[in-house]
């Protein structure tokens, strides 16, 4: 089993900045992917980015040049720096760990970007 405890989320206005935090407690291995996740309401949950724990990343479109995903192998975590945030940014964001066949979701972490 693996643990993943989200923070940072909040408010922030058209243009600002939030950083993401998810850190991975249980039984984790040496090879895994972690990422992001979001879920705006009414619409189906996408992929953010993920990273490989040797450091390939992976953006969707619509963030590329403004979210940096990066992590911390010593401590298990995931970070997503959120910056130029826009509006169609708001969402429900799930941190999320792969493992051989074996996958597990946070709780998810709510970001307002107000215009």
């Known amino acids: 089993q693996v643990q993943l405890v989200e923070s940072g989320g909040g408010l922030v206005q058209a243009g600002g900045s939030l950083r993401l935090s998810c850190t991975a407690s249980?039984?984790?291995?040496?090879?895994?992917?972690m990422g992001w996740y979001r879920q705006a309401p009414g619409k189906e949950r996408e992929l953010v980015a993920r990273?490989?724990?040797?450091?390939?990343?992976d953006y969707a479109d619509s963030v590329k040049g403004r979210f940096t995903i990066s992590r911390d192998n010593v401590k298990n975590t995931v970070y997503l720096q959120m910056n130029s945030l826009k509006p169609e940014d708001t969402a429900v964001y799930y941190c999320n760990f792969k493992r051989s066949l074996y996958e597990y979701w946070g709780q998810g972490t709510q970001v307002t970007v107000s215009s």
């Open positions: 990273i490989t724990s040797g450091g390939s990343t």
């Open positions: 249980g039984s984790i291995f040496s090879i895994n992917v």
